[in-house]
């Protein structure tokens, strides 16, 4: 089993970044797909959540209005669209199935 995230990066505050966690090892159409983060000091954190259809999304509080999450089953990926990114959005963001989780990837805002 592989989650493998990508697309993470320094940009400044305001900016986009699209995430990416591509998947393998397992049946991804199957499985609710989730984002989480953990900044330096803090516990991991959920981020969004997206079920096997796509067509129900869960986001927390505060990112809510300015990430979207996505998924593609054909090309088992899901994706985390970010948008007026702040600097407390800085952290290290991971993919779960549940069980399994990625290895992160770290997203820095700052100007």
């Known amino acids: 089993v592989q989650l493998v995230e990508s697309g993470g990066g320094l940009v400044q505050p305001g900016g986009s970044l699209r995430l990416s966690c591509a998947a393998s090892?397992?049946?991804?159409?199957?499985?609710?797909m989730r984002w989480y983060r953990q900044a330096p000091g803090k516990e991991r954190e959920f981020v969004a959540l997206?079920?096997?259809?796509?067509?129900?999304?869960s986001y927390a509080d505060s990112v809510k209005g300015r990430f979207t999450i996505s998924r593609d089953n054909a090309k088992n990926t899901v994706y985390l669209q970010m948008n007026s990114l702040k600097p407390e959005d800085t952290a290290v963001y991971y993919c779960?199935?549940?069980?399994?989780w990625g290895q992160g990837t770290q997203v820095t805002v700052s100007s």
């Open positions: 090892g397992f049946t991804f159409s199957s499985y609710v």
């Open positions: 779960n199935a549940s069980p399994y």
């Open positions: 997206i079920n096997i259809s796509g067509r129900s999304t």
